[in-house]
């Protein structure tokens, strides 16, 4: 029941990203998971320029053996004199429920994360991008012991707002009793850019 109603919740965010610039919706998927992803520019909620550069996203994944979720705040900014490339840091709180162990996890992250767009004669716009996510024990709580994410993701724009990406994620939710790899999948999906 809880993950019928956290989809729903994400997928009605929608309308609100929709009248915003920099906002964006994703869904990815595998053979395994179900990934609902969004992301809005501070930007958006007021008229201050020096906001543009910092974002609130969230983002649900429905696995096979149990649940992951996330709300994190970053700051992504490109080096001077380089505007192809983007670096962003920040923070997220993650909460999952492991069935099987019957055991909750709960972490704050720290963020880093770097893309590269490329402009490829003949392709339209393109980027590859690295996150890692990394809490050590004094930043997982309740049941938890540590966590750690890295992706590798490459996206193209085929058409106006529109986004087809693909990628690779491993995510390790440690718990105190046992170590869990909670996903380790490559993923297809798409974003809708507003």
């Not at 069935?99 to 393109?126: C, E, H, N, Q």
């Not at 995510?171 to 046992?178: A, H, L, P």
Request: hydrophobic share 40%; aromatic share 14%.
């Amino acid at each position: 029941m809880m993950k019928k109603i956290l989809i729903t919740t994400l997928l009605c965010t929608v309308p609100a990203f929709a009248g915003h610039e920099q906002a964006s919706f994703g869904l990815n998927i595998n053979s395994d998971d179900l990934e609902v992803e969004g992301r809005i520019s501070l930007a958006s909620r007021t008229s201050r320029l020096e906001y543009r550069n910092f974002f609130i996203d969230a983002n649900f994944i429905n696995g096979k053996d149990d649940t992951l979720t996330g709300i994190g705040f970053y700051v992504e900014n490109s080096p001077q004199g380089y505007s192809n490339i983007e670096f962003g840091v920040g923070l997220r709180s993650m909460f999952s429920k492991n069935d099987a162990l019957d055991k909750t996890f709960v972490a704050i992250p720290i963020t880093v994360s770097a893309k590269a767009r490329m402009y490829l004669r003949g392709l339209p716009k393109s980027a590859l991008g690295v996150k890692l996510a990394y809490a050590p024990a004094p930043l997982t709580f309740s049941d938890g012991d540590s966590y750690f994410e890295y992706r590798i993701e490459a996206d193209m724009q085929i058409i106006d707002n529109i986004d087809i990406y693909a990628g690779y994620r491993n995510i390790d939710t440690d718990y105190k009793v046992k170590d869990v790899n909670f996903n380790s999948a490559a993923y297809v999906g798409f974003k809708f850019l507003f």
